[in-house]
């Protein structure tokens, strides 16, 4: 009797690890399963979102620029442009340099009437080149002209491009 009455609770507790273990595996596999399947539906979502913004930059393209907006956009992000500037989209309110919702076509304009696309490239590649009024020459870095790599730079100056409102 007293074997029984210590096997049973032995026996319990060996079944409530092995269960307990058991559901611990496939509990991660669940959870892993539905993440997955999430991310699975939000990414046709996102796609959809972007292929309308990369009209945008198909119109960038035509005019010799050839960057992919979405990918610009990342660009923006990535070098904390939006502290400097502002530029509703990509939620930017940044005031120490200029408004890169309206500015690019009225300086480009300024610039001798220089193409849009050709002008906001210069204004990263070599941003002393043209000074906006109200600004001072050596506010903005001039490192991006090297850091960035052909590909980003033209994605950069289709996003920036796409989004100007006064062109």
Do not use: R
């Amino acid at each position: 009797m007293l074997f029984a009455a210590l096997l049973f609770p032995a026996g319990f507790a060996g079944w409530a690890v092995g269960h307990y273990t058991s559901l611990g595996s496939s509990s991660s596999t669940v959870v892993h399963t539905v993440t997955v399947g999430s991310a699975a539906t939000s990414a046709p979502a996102t796609t959809t979102s972007p292929a309308t913004t990369t009209a945008a930059g198909t119109t960038t393209s035509a005019s010799g620029g050839g960057g992919d907006v979405a990918a610009g956009k990342t660009v923006f992000a990535a070098n904390n442009c939006a502290s400097c500037h502002t530029f509703k989209p990509a939620n930017a309110t940044g005031t120490i340099g200029p408004n890169l919702d309206t500015a690019p076509a009225s300086d480009a304009k300024a610039d001798n009437n220089m193409n849009l696309d050709d002008f906001v490239k210069e204004s990263i590649e070599n941003p002393d080149a043209y000074i906006a009024k109200g600004y001072s020459k050596g506010i903005m870095p001039t490192n991006f002209g090297q850091t960035l790599s052909s590909k980003q730079l033209n994605d950069l100056v289709a996003f920036i491009v796409s989004g100007n409102t006064s062109s």
